[in-house]
């Protein structure tokens, strides 16, 4: 069975940073590109950012130059650097196996 669990979210300061990380188990990891997504109430889910199984990063206009995906496959992890946060950061954030399976979600929230 396919799980995807996130955490590291929480309440930060704007200018402040966190580390999201999805711990994946159930497939072969490294297989699998991973997609971070955001979503806010009464809005669509964005993408955030993409890694390949080659390690190729994109990235969405609003995170460019603040956000940093990476993954560690011998820890079945994709991670979430996030720094220069901003109130419209917030949001509840969710990685993706492309294609296949969504996590629950963790909550960021950027205000003073």
């Known amino acids: 069975q396919v799980q995807l669990v996130e955490s590291g979210g929480g309440l930060v300061q704007p200018g402040g940073s966190l580390r999201l990380s999805c711990a994946v188990s159930g497939i072969i990891f490294s297989r699998y590109g991973i997609g971070w997504y955001r979503q806010v109430p009464g809005k669509e889910r964005e993408v955030v950012a993409v890694i390949t199984s080659g390690g190729t990063v994109t990235y969405s206009e609003p995170v460019e130059g603040r956000f940093t995906i990476s993954r560690d496959n011998a820890k079945n992890t994709v991670y979430l650097q996030m720094n220069s946060l901003k109130p419209e950061d917030t949001a509840v954030y969710y990685c993706?196996?492309?294609?296949?399976?969504w996590g629950q979600g963790t909550q960021v929230t950027v205000s003073s």
């Open positions: 993706r196996i492309l294609g296949l399976a």
